[in-house]
């Protein structure tokens, strides 16, 4: 696992190859949902990677974030809530994103690099 050190308002699209970010926009929406998609549909193009990279980290917060959070007593239930629609949030604003051809990380998590996207940017830690 690696941070990636950029800005987080930075779109960085511009850092991948223009004409595969055209091909594999739906495949990166989809990205969102089912984070091996863009993978298996566009297994060179790093806009794919990237918002695959992004479907993971959302996934593994939600799944966290909700079974983690429902166990503390008393506000567990509304911590788990919270983090249930920051995670519901943060999909639609990555599928919109995708589907435009931008690439903006998830706010706070959005820095680490599960699934390679780009090697060159990328820090071990």
């Known amino acids: 696992m690696t941070i990636d050190h950029s800005n987080f308002n930075e779109d960085l699209a511009k850092r991948f190859d223009r ?9 990166s929406a989809i990205g969102y949902l089912f984070f091996f998609v863009p993978i298996i549909m566009h297994p ?3 806009f794919a990677r990237y918002h695959s990279n992004q479907g993971l980290i ?3 917060l939600e799944f966290l974030g909700i079974i983690g ?7 567990g239930a509304y911590l788990s809530f919270a ?8 999909l639609v604003r990555g599928i919109i994103l995708a ?3 931008k ?10 690099v599960i699934i390679e996207f780009d090697y ?4 071990d830690l």
């Open 44 to 46: 060179e193009s790093k």
């Open 69 to 75: 959070l429902a166990g503390i007593p008393k506000i």
């Open 19 to 27: 004409e595969t970010n055209d091909q594999a926009r739906i495949s």
């Open 58 to 60: 959302l996934l593994m």
């Open 103 to 112: 690439a903006k990380r998830i706010p706070f998590f959005g820095k680490l």
């Open 83 to 90: 983090c249930l629609v920051f995670c519901l949030v943060c």
């Open 120 to 123: 060159s940017y990328s820090v």
């Open 99 to 101: 589907l435009s051809g």
